[in-house]
């Protein structure tokens, strides 16, 4: 089932291709963004419709929901290309023209080692979570893994807050909200405290089966 729906998902991932790019050109017009929105209200129309029809009508099941997605992100796709194609950027785009294809051997080369850095990224977490299945006690290897990459995580924000804040620009506008994230910040903290004492506290009674992950969390956290 997976691999069938799987496949029905490729038209999907082609549309990022044409949608990513058009919305990247609009949100660089400031003025154009509301055809951004325009389009994703109209696709939202688009998929609800197409999810009754799909799923409910035609009982389609994955398959359709997979289905309706392709519809919702192609029609978003080809709503923001009949914007920008028939005038609604005007002095921006004026058509097509062979000079979009000069410098192409540069661009291929930088996309290919792009893509296989983005394939590092996003693959080294599945690679580890697949090796961790193969060792004794998959479950609680897996489950002692997974709390490790969350405090990982966390600790990559610190570093990654710094280069984001570096500009002047972002640190004059975190400036002028830093009250309001202060607030935020201080309620947004108060819930996970809460949260993480009542589990500390019940888990190990309600289920004894969480301290076999806990013991092995040390020597994962080596690596």
């Known amino acids: 089932m997976a691999g069938q729906v799987c496949v029905w998902f490729i038209p999907l991932?082609?549309?990022?291709?044409?949608?990513?790019p058009l919305q990247r050109f609009l949100q660089c017009q400031s003025k154009k963004n509301f055809a951004n929105a325009f389009a994703s209200a109209a696709a939202l129309c688009i998929h609800i419709f197409v999810s009754w029809l799909f799923i409910s009508k035609l009982r389609f099941g994955l398959?359709?929901?997979?289905?309706?997605?392709n519809f919702s992100w192609w029609a978003t796709a080809l709503m923001?290309?009949?914007?920008?194609?028939?005038?609604?950027?005007?002095e921006t785009?004026?058509?097509?023209?062979?000079?979009a294809f000069t410098g192409m051997w540069e661009f291929v080369k930088l996309s290919s080692a792009s893509g296989?850095?983005?394939?590092f990224e996003n693959w080294y977490y599945r690679i580890l979570i697949l090796l961790t299945g193969?060792?004794?006690?998959?479950?609680?290897?897996?489950?002692?893994?997974?709390?490790?990459?969350?405090?990982n995580g966390w600790e990559m924000m610190i570093p990654m807050a710094f280069f984001a804040g570096a500009g002047d620009v972002v640190r004059d506008a975190v400036d002028n909200l830093s009250i309001l994230l202060a607030f935020t910040i201080l309620l947004n903290s108060i819930q996970p405290v809460l949260s993480g004492?009542?589990?500390a506290l019940s888990y190990p009674k309600v289920l004894p089966e969480v301290q076999a992950p806990r013991a092995?969390?040390?020597?994962?956290?080596?690596?």
Request: glycine share 8%.
């Open 197 to 199: 004492g009542y589990s």
């Open 134 to 151: 193969n060792l004794k006690n998959a479950a609680i290897a897996v489950d002692a893994l997974s709390i490790c990459m969350t405090i």
């Open 63 to 69: 398959v359709g929901i997979a289905l309706t997605l």
């Open 116 to 119: 296989v850095m983005l394939c």
């Open 93 to 99: 785009w004026n058509g097509f023209s062979i000079e």
């Open 216 to 223: 092995k969390i040390p020597y994962y956290s080596l690596y």
């Open 80 to 90: 923001l290309f009949a914007y920008v194609s028939c005038g609604g950027c005007s």
């Open 13 to 20: 991932h082609f549309s990022f291709a044409f949608l990513f």
